[in-house]
């Protein structure tokens, strides 16, 4: 696979740089920070017991689906609305949406199983869980749609219309479900009147797995996005060598064809 | 609008609605297919207060399936002979191109409900209200309306090359539900289910105008760019 007539080594083409390794070092530290305030630091939730550790992964994960969502969202649209159109703000968008949607299914699964040990079930039919579902499976859409056949560009202004579509469609679904039926708790934290009523100690330990699941998204962002490249590049490579090849055979038989 | 666009796009929209007069595919299929799926709900159901009390939602996700079928079909005649390109190439503008097809699939689907709306009645045992009369009715346009140029949107992506039918009910289910749950909510309350007063229909049927408005014009921006392959 490797296009061996390419003038440049591909060798080099990695997608780590120095700055991504420490990204990716400080990363680690921070996940490793999150692992002990998170089971061993923080206190037991006095109704949840130990249950309550599960937050500190489900809330950074779904603020990190949410984020990745709004990436894809502005990148769509400095794409599409761009002046010179880059396919780097494609990339980003594409990378964005995949580890969203890896995190979103990392948050659903977290969810039910918080929920089975504190509601006694693992779906609820809320109005926050019902949306969650429902932009998991709208971005799975969008993925699907970026595996369409076609050019860059086509794949580019494809998606993103359909990543733009999606941020117009889900406000209507949140509102839809919402007025369909809400029992989720409250969120605790960005409540309006910053009347903070969880432990200080548990809600430092949140933080810091808000913080070191940013970090995450972003040395995966990174390297996702690099990744793409390299498979855009190789596809038009791979391309230039078929034609290459391709006309080194008609010159040939050209040639066989001009002699008879 | 210009009024040129409007003509193009009643044009398209007449055109879309003799094609299926001739070839009759909305009757001959689409109408058995909803019906079988109302029957089989049933099955799976059992009969007694179960159908009746979920009739209003039984019936809309018959639609909604429908619509896939529908909106399939509809995209499968444009890309039949580059139908769709030989638009294109006419110099069709592509925002009456969309108004063109999502209103003859209003105009189909609303055919389509009619019908299933009676089929509730008869294998369901719903049983219409005078006084909801004009939430029911404005219940069925909007929803309509909304599933019309959401189907659009989706199935001119979806013509845009072989294999990529499969995707219609992973782009359309997902954000179909708002008009799933206000078109239900709006025809329960208008039938009296659960003894809901008409009133209460009122907000959904805000909702599913909301929504027809907002994918609407979003739709119209975004489908050039989507049957552009």
Not at chain 1, 117 to 135: E, M, N
Not at chain 1, 216 to 244: E, K, N, P, Q
Not at chain 2, 11 to 34: C, G, H, M, W, Y
Request: hydrophobic share 55%.
């Amino acid at each position: 696979m490797t296009p061996t007539t390419s003038p440049q080594p591909t060798a080099r083409r990695a997608t780590g740089t120095r700055a991504t390794r420490v990204l990716g070092i400080v990363t680690l530290v921070m996940l490793g920070w999150l692992l002990l305030f998170g089971l061993v630091l923080s206190p037991a939730d006095i109704d949840q017991g130990d249950a309550v550790r599960i937050m500190y992964v489900h809330v950074p994960t779904v603020w990190l689906a949410y984020l990745a969502f709004i990436v894809t969202a502005v990148c769509s649209g400095l794409y599409l609305f761009g002046r010179r159109h880059s396919l780097g703000f494609d990339r980003v968008a594409g990378a964005s949406a995949e580890i969203g949607v890896v995190f979103m299914a990392l948050t659903l699964i977290s969810g039910s199983l918080w929920g089975r040990i504190t509601w006694g079930v693992y779906w609820q039919w809320d109005a926050r869980l019902t949306t969650t579902a429902l932009l998991f499976v709208t971005y799975i859409g969008y993925l699907a749609v970026r595996g369409l056949e076609g050019t860059r560009e086509r794949r580019a202004r494809r998606s993103a219309v359909i990543g733009l579509l999606a941020v117009v469609e889900i406000p209507l679904v949140h509102w839809s479900v919402r007025l369909w039926r809400s029992l989720h708790q409250e969120a605790t934290i960005l409540d309006t009147d910053l009347d903070v009523d969880i432990d200080g100690l548990m809600l430092f330990t949140l933080f810091s797995g808000v913080v070191a699941f940013t970090l995450l998204f972003v040395w995966l962002l990174l390297h996702r996005t690099r990744t793409i490249a390299l498979d855009d590049l190789l596809a038009s490579r791979g391309l230039d060598r078929a034609i290459a090849e391709r006309r080194s055979e008609v010159t040939s038989s050209g040639s066989i064809g001009g002699g008879s | 609008m210009s009024a040129g666009r409007l003509r193009a796009a009643r044009r398209i929209a007449v055109k879309d609605l003799l094609v299926e007069r001739r070839s009759r595919v909305l009757v001959n299929q689409v109408l058995p297919f909803s019906g079988l799926v109302m029957v089989v709900f049933a099955f799976a159901l059992g009969t007694g207060g179960v159908l009746e009390r979920a009739a209003p939602g039984l019936m809309w996700l018959a639609v909604l399936f429908s619509t896939l079928i529908t909106v399939q079909r509809s995209f499968a005649i444009e890309t039949a002979d580059g139908a769709l390109e030989s638009l294109r190439v006419a110099g069709i503008d592509p925002v009456a191109l969309f108004l063109g097809k999502a209103a003859a699939l209003a105009v189909e689907l609303i055919a389509l409900i009619t019908v299933l709306l009676g089929l509730a009645v008869v294998l369901y045992g719903a049983e219409p209200r005078a006084e909801g009369v004009v939430l029911l009715v404005t219940t069925a346009i909007s929803a309509t309306c909304g599933l019309a140029a959401l189907g659009t949107i989706y199935g001119g992506l979806a013509a845009g090359g072989p294999g990529r039918e499969t995707l219609l009910p992973l782009l359309i289910l997902p954000v179909a539900a708002p008009v799933l749950i206000g078109a239900t909510r709006g025809v329960e309350a208008a039938l009296g289910t659960d003894r809901t007063a008409v009133s209460e229909g009122w907000p959904w049927v805000g909702l599913l105008t909301v929504f027809a408005v907002a994918v609407g014009v979003s739709g119209a921006l975004a489908f050039g760019t989507l049957i552009e392959d």
